[in-house]
């Protein structure tokens, strides 16, 4: 390889800083604690990656097909300022993590978000922090909204509305604290929005391409709800390279290296010996051990980690989704929507987000406490 393409490859991996984070604990750890090479490919969580390569393909090529700039523009035409526009998508994305998931509604607002930003004077950076807190908020509520949610329903025992209605409390305090917060952070003033012709910038529409993403996307969601995202992976893989290749190229292939070497690494951390056993000294029995022990936790391995390492642990479904759920919130790691909407929005900066979510958290976690408490 030529020393020009070698300062390439360095310079990109320099910006892909959790890309080496996360490896580098992966390397780490496969030094101290080895491992047969199976549970290395159960930590990947290969299915988990095969289902997000296949939506962000689909919303790649939305976004490719200018369908999304022009969607922002008449929705900015309809806000009457940035906090009524914020309110509307911070909104929007904690309702739709009720019914898509979490990280599906992001896929879906983010870049929406985005293309508002360019085409009036919306805090762009600062909404999409606030949707990644809005999509953790909205979850919550749903035995489907993420992944934890998922794992715990099923070992429940609860139908899906015994187990909304006790999550109910939580996640209505974590929405109104959330929609004060926007309310806060995001001013009233009014939105400046050219109007007739697409600004400079705006891909001009390619219909086709619009269609047939979306149908793509609907289709990758029938699949992914019906457990077969292999399957998903193959099918838009091949729509695309067979008419339009330059979507593929311009997917973010780092967003999912950064994943993998996530999943991979973290997965081990959280079946570490020495970890393992400071968990096994604490009393699992008391509420709020299971309370600060599964925010904690959400903090050093992520909410769907730490919940798979617990549940054996607690036993108590909904206590610990609660835990998990508040979680999320806080640092960066706290859940992998975060991760991914910090690396949506392009400049992934982390200390935007956490001046924004480490509040959120510290006030949050108090409060459903104290709900939980109060209706238990």
Request: aromatic share 6%.
């Amino acid at each position: 390889m030529k020393a020009a393409s070698w300062r390439r490859l360095l310079a990109a991996l320099r910006r892909e800083r959790l890309l080496l984070v996360f490896g580098a604990v992966a390397l780490l750890l496969g030094l101290v604690d080895p491992a047969p090479p199976l549970r290395w490919l159960q930590w990947l969580s290969l299915p988990t990656l095969l289902g997000l390569l296949a939506l962000l393909v689909c919303i790649e090529g939305i976004r490719a097909s200018g369908a999304v700039q022009r969607a922002a523009q008449a929705l900015a035409r309809h806000a009457h300022s940035q906090r009524a526009l914020a309110l509307m998508l911070v909104g929007g994305a904690a309702l739709l993590a009720m019914v898509l998931t979490n990280d599906v509604s992001l896929f879906l607002l983010v870049p929406l978000t985005l293309a508002l930003g360019r085409g009036s004077e919306l805090p762009a950076r600062r909404v999409v922090i606030l949707e990644a807190l809005g999509v953790n908020a909205g979850s919550t509520l749903s035995p489907v909204g993420n992944p934890q949610n998922l794992l715990l329903w099923q070992h429940s025992g609860l139908s899906m509305p015994q187990f909304a209605w006790r999550m109910l409390p939580s996640a209505a305090t974590m929405l109104a604290l959330l929609l004060l917060t926007v309310w806060l952070l995001v001013p009233a003033r009014p939105l400046h929005v050219a109007a007739g012709a697409a600004p400079a910038g705006v891909p001009r529409l390619r219909r086709r391409l619009a269609a047939a993403s979306a149908l793509a996307l609907l289709g990758v969601l029938a699949l992914l709800q019906a457990q077969r995202p292999a399957l998903a992976a193959l099918l838009v893989l091949a729509m695309y390279l067979a008419a339009w290749r330059e979507v593929l190229r311009r997917v973010d292939w780092g967003l999912l290296a950064t994943l993998a070497a996530m999943f991979v690494g973290l997965g081990h951390l959280g079946h570490w010996a020495p970890l393992q056993a400071m968990l096994g000294r604490l009393d699992w029995h008391a509420p709020g051990v299971v309370y600060v022990g599964g925010v904690a936790l959400s903090q050093l391995l992520s909410n769907v980690p730490a919940t798979v390492l617990l549940w054996p642990q607690v036993g108590r479904a909904t206590a610990l989704a609660v835990a998990v759920n508040v979680g999320g919130f806080g640092l960066a790691l706290g859940s992998l929507a975060n991760l991914i909407a910090l690396r949506l929005e392009g400049r992934g900066n982390l200390r935007e987000f956490h001046r924004i979510s480490l509040p959120f958290l510290l006030v949050c976690a108090p409060l459903v406490w104290l709900v939980q408490r109060f209706v238990a």
